[in-house]
């Protein structure tokens, strides 16, 4: 593990004194720290280091740290300030003491169905507000959703959601758990997003179970793209408003406004939810008294208690939830509505030589049950470092960019003979239209070729379906530029109108398209792929026109004398040859922004097309994954470059 930012004792721009490291995220470091000034503990939030490389995000953190501090609701963290200093940007959030909603459910709590809706409605009530100040949290699990020393619940890390994740490659089973339908094919987080989120989080809050479950994250993502929320019984009267909120279309589920005016629908009363904090287990040898002083040597007589047998006072068990596992201990929360506890009945008194034969026996039998725990343990531990890859090796993720995935299903390919043997499993999670892959070949990869994996990964591909063809219109010839660039773009098909292409036409006016042609100077066919680039000749009147792929150079004149006296002919002739058009070599693009991309192709006259997320009609993409044709071929000018972007 990379070391910290800050040590314990660190004063952070003379105000804040570091305390300790609580933990490290995807986003940021975490401290725990007081505030000099104010005197109360405080939370420093540092942006890692690997992402304040980027100028867009620490540019984005700063935006976001400044909006966040104005945002003040019962039910969100604070954020208090924010700096930065010898290059590290941070962020000053509200300590709230009261643990976070993951740390009940691993203790094994669940809430009844009242609590369950008063959950969802104060968290509701606050994703509310944060949409309506142009905030998506895009991020949201148990973890985020922290409570107050009054056990009242705040939504945290606003200014954090969805920071950087543009950089990031791999996703955990944690990170995808709560993701929505949309963001799980690729598209940006909204509102909906959070609102599905939280029916997942309420749904397993009441029934103690993760809503889709699955071995990888792709895996966990596949099961809900399509799939309504599970039926639980435990779920009551929220079965219905969590199947509404938790709607595939995010254009059918209910907003957080509305997700929380029918969750208040079935609350007993108006008060907020309020969770006790969760007690930390003593160890084992805490729950042990030291015995009373010895006052003879050997032999200890029976308590005239022991030798008449007379009973002790009967002890209780606590009441528990049906779906948990263990009683639970005096700190833990009681749902409203459940009793404390149910006393034990009476047995009958028992002598002296009973009570040493009895303990005998169940001397035994724990040492039978220790024995059998010890085993049990030594199982399941090795079940798991096997299931975990503990006693694999590691091999070399292969390329699979560009194979055929009917190819792979052939026992007789050498590459599927090569995944087997180092333990590769692949499986295509997604398919996508494509106009610079073939049909059925690989897109995309995870992991990433080169990278060391486990024997036993599972290797995820997105399939190319090939390219969507698309009619062109007909009528364009006459119209100006910007008219039939605008119905081409509708129909997903982008057109150039340069100057350089304008031909010589006696119908046409002059600056209206006189001809389409695909890039490479051919006429365009009835239909074209989605996301072709045209080219709209336009007229320049009946004199001579202007050609892109060839020049007509005049190379010999002839006089000839008819009478000496008299007159003189002249007659000229005119050669036509035809250049081959210049070769331009492709530049290396992986890696560049978008500017940097326009600059690069717009210099040698290349045309580029997208396709990943980020791409389509308002790109939101940051960089270039791949490219085709690679760096350094060579190819004709104005050929068009397919990018594979995020």
């Known amino acids: 593990m990379a070391p910290s930012t800050f040590a314990p004792g660190h004063h952070l721009v003379s105000r804040y004194r570091i305390e300790e490291l609580l933990g490290v995220g995807q986003t940021a470091e975490v401290y725990l720290a007081q505030d000099l000034s104010l005197q109360r503990t405080v939370v420093v939030k540092v942006l890692l280091p690997q992402l304040a490389e980027h100028e867009d995000v620490r540019r984005a953190f700063r935006d976001r740290i400044v909006r966040a501090a104005t945002l003040s609701h019962a039910h969100l963290a604070r954020v208090y300030d924010g700096g930065q200093e010898h290059g590290a940007i941070f962020m000053i ?37 944060v949409h309506d100040n142009g905030f998506v949290h895009g991020a949201l699990s148990p973890s985020k959703l922290l409570f107050d020393d ?7 890390d606003i200014a954090l959601a969805g920071l950087g994740a543009a950089y990031r490659l791999r996703f955990t089973l944690d990170d995808v758990r709560y993701l929505s339908p949309e ?60 199947a509404q909120a938790a709607v ?73 939830s049906p779906n948990l596992a263990r009683p639970r201990s005096t700190g833990d929360w009681t749902p409203s509505g459940r009793d404390a506890g149910t006393p034990l009945r009476r047995t009958a008194p028992r002598g002296l030589e009973q009570l040493e034969y009895e303990s005998a026996g169940r001397r035994r039998q724990l040492a039978f049950a220790v024995a059998a725990l010890l085993l049990l343990v030594i199982a399941v531990g090795a079940g798991a470092a096997w299931k975990f890859g503990l006693f694999s090796s590691n091999n070399t993720v292969p390329s699979l960019i560009g194979v055929s ?22 499986t295509a999670n997604l398919h996508r239209y494509s106009t610079s892959v073939a049909k059925n070949e690989i897109i995309s990869q995870s992991p990433v070729a080169g990278t060391s994996a486990k024997s036993g990964q599972v290797i995820t591909v997105t399939i190319s379906d090939g390219a969507v063809l698309v009619k062109v219109p007909i009528g364009l010839v006459g119209e100006d530029c910007a008219t039939a660039t605008s119905q081409l773009a509708t129909l997903k098909i982008n057109a150039q109108c340069p100057t350089s ?73 005119t050669t036509t040859t035809t250049v081959a058009q210049p070769l331009v070599t492709t530049p290396n693009l992986v890696g560049k922004s978008r500017a940097q991309v326009r600059a690069a192709m717009h210099g040698i006259g290349l045309y580029y097309t997208t396709s990943g997320p ?21 190819v004709k000018r104005f050929s068009t470059v397919s990018l594979n972007v995020r």
């Open 501 to 573: 292409a304008s031909v010589a036409s006696t119908v046409t006016p002059v600056g209206r398209v006189a001809r389409v042609l695909l890039l490479n100077g051919k006429t365009v066919p009835s239909a074209v792929p989605a996301h072709t680039t045209l080219v709209l000749a336009l007229s320049s009147g009946p004199g001579t026109s202007t050609s892109t792929t060839t020049t007509t150079v005049a190379t010999a004149t002839t006089t000839t004398t008819v009478a000496p006296t008299t007159s003189t002919s002249t007659t000229t002739s």
């Open 248 to 320: 595939p279309d995010a254009r059918l589920r209910l907003d957080a406004e509305q997700f929380a005016s029918r969750l208040s629908g079935v609350i007993s009363n108006a008060a907020p939810l309020v969770v006790a904090p969760v007690r930390r287990e003593l160890p084992l040898l805490a729950s042990f008294t030291a015995p009373e002083p010895r006052n003879s040597i050997g032999f200890r007589p029976p308590s005239p208690d022991q030798v008449v047998g007379a009973p002790g006072p009967a002890p209780t068990l606590a009441a528990r």
């Open 405 to 426: 995935f009917n190819a792979l299903q052939r026992p007789s390919n050498p590459l599927t003979t090569q995944l087997k043997a180092d333990g590769f499993t692949v």
């Open 93 to 129: 959030t509200e300590y709230l003491g009261g643990g976070s909603l993951e740390d009940v459910l691993a203790s094994g709590r669940t809430l009844d169905v009242d609590d369950g809706a008063r959950l969802g409605r104060d968290v509701a009530n606050a994703l509310s507000y």
């Open 614 to 634: 980020g791409s389509g009609a308002t790109p939101t993409w940051k960089r270039v994954v791949s490219q085709i044709p690679r760096a350094g071929t060579k």
């Open 183 to 242: 963001q799980a094919i690729g598209d940006p987080a909204g509102a909906e997003s959070d609102v599905y989120a939280l029916a997942l989080i309420i749904f397993e809050a009441v029934t103690g179970l993760t809503a889709f479950d699955g071995l990888t994250p792709e895996a966990v993502l596949r099961a809900r793209i399509n799939a309504p929320l599970p039926v639980r019984p435990e779920l009551g009267t929220l079965d219905m408003l969590l």
């Open 150 to 156: 009054e056990g009242r619940v705040r939504v945290s």
